[in-house]
Antibody, heavy 125, light 107 residues
Framework: EVQLLESGGGLVQPGGSLRLSCAASGFTFSNYAMSWVRQAPGKGLEWVSAISGSGGFTYYADSVKGRFTISRDNSKNTLLYLQMNSLRAEDTAVYYC?????????????????WGQGTMVTVSS | SYELTQPPSVSVSPGQTASITCSGDKLGHKFACWYQQKPGQSPVLVIYQDTKRPSGIPERFSGSNSGNTATLTISGTQAMDEADYYCQAWDSSTPVVFGGGTKLTVL
């Protein structure tokens, strides 16, 4: 059974940093691209970032480019990360990690069958 | 940047067919997928690559994509289908975008 467990959320001041983690199990982690999707309170889903299975290719939404960095540990820890810097109030949301459809992330594999339960990030003074 | 447009809400009577649309420039030339999200829960993939259903998704869920519009169709809608539905597509400029979501009410 695929399991994705996010952690690292919390309250942070504007301009601050936070690193989210997603612990993956139940599948061969390095064989799948992974992504982060967020949802502001009462709002719709917003795609944030994705990374290929090898970690060699990364993708970002314009709203976070230059501030957020996605990475992964394919060794023993099978962890997905999202380093978030220069946080703004509009980054307040539940952040979900999601498993892609294949090792590569492209127009035919961007969909996500498996999702975590999400971790809440609140940016406020 | 690429945009996907969904109606904010759709209503349907139990047992009837619900259709939720997702519009975008030349969307029919791209793959679209659909997610169902119930309050307080994570999204669930119901359709991917325009028409494919993941294992465990009821046959009453189907998808199509042509021209500028992708459509999620729920046949014989049940009360349990009441949820928010989001379309998603890939575009080279974005590269991934969600529609704004459609609240499906079964009444």
């Amino acid at each position: 059974e695929v399991q994705l467990l996010e952690s690292g959320g919390g309250l942070v001041q504007p301009g601050g940093s936070l690193r989210l983690s997603c612990a993956a199990s139940g599948f061969t982690f390095s064989n799948y691209a992974m992504s982060w999707v967020r949802q502001a309170p009462g709002k719709g889903l917003e795609w944030v970032s994705a990374i290929s299975g090898s970690g060699g290719f990364t993708y970002y939404a314009d709203s976070v480019k230059g501030r957020f960095t996605i990475s992964r540990d394919n060794s023993k820890n099978t962890l997905l990360y999202l380093q978030m810097n220069s946080l703004r109030a509009e980054d307040t949301a539940v952040y979900y990690c999601a498993k892609g459809g294949a090792n590569y992330y492209d127009s035919s594999t961007f969909w996500s069958l498996d999702w975590g339960q999400g971790t809440m990030v609140t940016v406020s003074s | 940047s690429y945009e996907l447009t969904q109606p904010p809400s759709v209503s349907v009577s139990p047992g009837q067919t619900a259709s939720i649309t997702c519009s975008g420039d030349k969307l029919g030339h791209k793959f679209a997928c659909w997610y169902q999200q119930k309050p307080g829960q994570s999204p669930v993939l119901v359709i991917y690559q325009d028409t494919k259903r993941p294992s465990g998704i009821p046959e009453r869920f189907s998808g199509s994509n042509s021209g500028n519009t992708a459509t999620l169709t729920i046949s014989g809608t049940q009360a349990m289908d009441e949820a928010d539905y989001y379309c998603q597509a890939w575009d080279s400029s974005t590269p991934v975008v969600f529609g704004g979501g459609t609240k499906l009410t079964v009444l």
